[in-house]
């Protein structure tokens, strides 16, 4: 049982590239989660599935697309990366009232 | 735009003293409040939640809870050095049953032995 997982832990984009983060979870929960962390700035919700094929915007969504294709998977995607973009990017899945995370991908954008 | 609002800190307290943490909020209907705990370099993980006005104990731990005052505080008794962390407040707002959670920036404490 490996909890929620996500790939990869570090990234460096350069501006305008793309790419997706990639996270699962073993534990049969409907709902996932996307955050992202900046130094002093909390954790900010971006994106929101409550069950596959279903996805609801964050606070924060803008530059960001997701994918939840089947229940275990939920995968986030930058299509034209941004240094603002540059972030720890955490995903959670939740059972009642606990939301489970991530470790978390380091991502910088240059 | 609902704000759940803490001290930055650092906050700092010697083992075995109680830390206590707080935190407010703006959007007067929110039904549920979370502390969770953050590690250096480590992800979010639950510590307690809360839904009454009062106090809920678990071990060392004590979440209180005044929506009056929109204001929810964790106690840490008898503080360890394990217990140095960032602590984040969060809150489910009005009408929340996705549990689509506003954060605050977290309090770092750090307990010395």
């Known amino acids: 049982n490996a909890g929620v997982t996500q790939t990869p832990k570090f990234q460096v984009l350069k501006t305008g590239q793309s790419m997706t983060l990639q996270c699962a979870q073993d534990?049969?929960?409907?709902?996932m989660y996307w955050y992202r962390q900046d130094p002093g700035m909390g954790l900010r919700l971006i994106y929101y599935?409550?069950?596959?094929?279903?996805?609801d915007k964050g606070e924060v969504p803008n530059g960001y697309n997701v994918s939840r294709l089947n229940k275990r998977e939920f995968s986030l995607r930058l299509e034209s990366a941004a240094p603002s973009q540059t972030s720890v990017y955490f995903c959670?899945?939740?059972?009642?009232?606990?939301?489970?995370f991530g470790p978390g991908t380091r991502l910088t954008v240059l | 735009q609902k704000e759940v609002e803490q001290n930055s800190g650092p906050l700092s307290v010697p083992e075995g003293a109680i830390a206590s943490l707080n935190c407010t909020y703006s959007d007067r209907g929110s039904q549920s409040f979370f502390w969770y705990r953050q590690y250096s370099g480590k992800s979010p993980e639950l510590i307690m939640f809360i839904y009454s006005n009062g106090d809920k104990e678990d071990g060392r731990f004590t979440a209180q809870l005044n929506k009056a005052s929109q204001y929810v505080s964790l106690l840490i008794r008898d503080s360890q050095p394990s217990d140095s962390a960032t602590y984040l407040c969060a809150v489910n707002p009005t009408g929340g049953s996705n549990y689509k959670l506003t954060f605050g920036k977290g309090t770092l404490l750090t307990v010395n032995p």
């Open positions: 959670a899945s939740r059972h009642t009232d606990t939301q489970y």
């Open positions: 534990m049969n929960h409907n709902s």
């Open positions: 599935s409550a069950s596959e094929g279903t996805t």
